[in-house]
């Protein structure tokens, strides 16, 4: 799926990269355990995510991590936008709750496939 | 064989912000060197956990890299408390990491195991007092 139908399945606010919305996004990771998504996550383009700091933008750069979701309405700062701006890395937000993000994104055929976590 | 790179990081203790630096410059240098992509992304890994683990439980330490013509060697270590009990610290969900850093999203005991299996060698120096030394190699496609 496009990373621009993502957006707007989930209403995102888009904070970084906006011109990386025809990334193609295959499957995702939903965890807010950064060490899970270390020690699981495979070939995610997305990772979907509750937590709120600069780890989680650098734990994406070294799992080759395109996308990050942050759910529950949380919004990263602009020293987390810098950096993700830095690493190329798309910042998006959404209100909804991460069961319904991963419910929604499912759904619509993005699967959890290149990982075991979340 | 000389080394053809040879680079030294500080870790800083307690920086939960510029932990990562090291290994983000390491990735870096191994992209433009274009070393195989999957090497990469292990090579990060690896190196990313034990980087963190010097932040969280050795008071910072420092990184030397240094990069041959067909591998990388990276040695992590810290003048922190050390490990007393390798074994148990080697098995997956144990953890010391407190709370302040869960709550960061870390801590789960899930790291040198993840070094372990990430990386081509792996070798764990510690005793409790005198630190911890964090041995990775990784071998480029040839």
């Given at each position: 799926?496009?990373l621009?139908?993502?957006?707007?399945?989930?209403?995102?606010?888009?904070?970084?990269?906006?011109?990386?919305?025809?990334?193609?996004?295959?499957?995702?990771?939903?965890?807010?355990?950064?060490?899970?998504?270390?020690?699981?996550?495979k070939?995610?383009?997305?990772?979907?995510?509750g937590?709120?700091?600069?780890?989680?933008i650098?734990?994406?750069?070294?799992l080759?991590?395109?996308?990050?979701?942050?759910?529950?309405?949380?919004?990263?700062?602009?020293?987390m936008?810098?950096?993700?701006?830095?690493k190329?890395?798309v910042?998006?937000?959404?209100?909804?709750?991460?069961?319904?993000?991963?419910?929604?994104?499912?759904?619509?055929?993005?699967?959890?496939?290149?990982s075991d976590?979340? | 064989?000389?080394?053809?790179?040879?680079k030294?990081y500080?870790?800083?203790?307690n920086?939960?912000?510029?932990?990562?630096e090291?290994?983000?410059?390491?990735?870096?240098l191994?992209?433009?060197?274009g070393?195989?992509?999957?090497i990469?992304?292990?090579?990060?890994?690896?190196?990313?956990?034990a980087?963190l683990n010097a932040v969280?439980?050795?008071?910072?330490?420092?990184?030397?890299?240094k990069?041959?013509?067909?591998?990388?060697?990276?040695?992590?270590?810290?003048?922190?408390?050390g490990?007393?009990?390798?074994?148990?610290a080697?098995?997956?969900?144990?953890?010391?990491a407190?709370?302040?850093?869960?709550?960061m999203?870390?801590?789960?005991?899930?790291?040198?195991?993840?070094?372990?299996?990430n990386?081509?060698?792996?070798?764990?120096?510690?005793?409790?007092?005198?630190?911890?030394?964090?041995?990775?190699?990784?071998?480029?496609?040839?």
């Amino acid at each position: 799926m496009i990373l621009s139908e993502i957006v707007n399945l989930l209403n995102c606010q888009v904070h970084t990269c906006g011109d990386k919305l025809d990334i193609m996004v295959k499957s995702a990771c939903g965890a807010d355990l950064m060490s899970d998504v270390m020690a699981f996550s495979k070939e995610n383009a997305m990772l979907l995510t509750g937590l709120i700091n600069p780890q989680v933008i650098r734990t994406a750069e070294m799992l080759d991590i395109q996308v990050i979701v942050f759910v529950r309405g949380k919004k990263p700062d602009s020293g987390m936008c810098e950096l993700a701006g830095e690493k190329g890395i798309v910042l998006l937000s959404t209100d909804l709750p991460m069961f319904v993000s991963c419910g929604v994104l499912y759904k619509a055929g993005v699967t959890g496939r290149g990982s075991d976590c979340g | 064989m000389d080394n053809l790179i040879k680079k030294k990081y500080e870790i800083p203790a307690n920086d939960f912000t510029a932990a990562g630096e090291a290994s983000s410059n390491v990735r870096r240098l191994l992209d433009q060197l274009g070393v195989t992509p999957s090497i990469v992304k292990r090579t990060s890994i690896a190196m990313y956990e034990a980087e963190l683990n010097a932040v969280i439980h050795g008071n910072g330490g420092k990184a030397l890299v240094k990069i041959y013509e067909d591998r990388i060697a990276i040695l992590i270590y810290d003048g922190g408390p050390g490990i007393e009990n390798i074994e148990l610290a080697m098995k997956e969900g144990y953890s010391t990491a407190p709370d302040s850093i869960r709550e960061m999203g870390f801590g789960a005991g899930m790291g040198l195991s993840n070094i372990k299996k990430n990386a081509d060698e792996f070798i764990l120096e510690s005793e409790a007092g005198k630190g911890t030394r964090v041995y990775i190699t990784m071998y480029f496609d040839l």
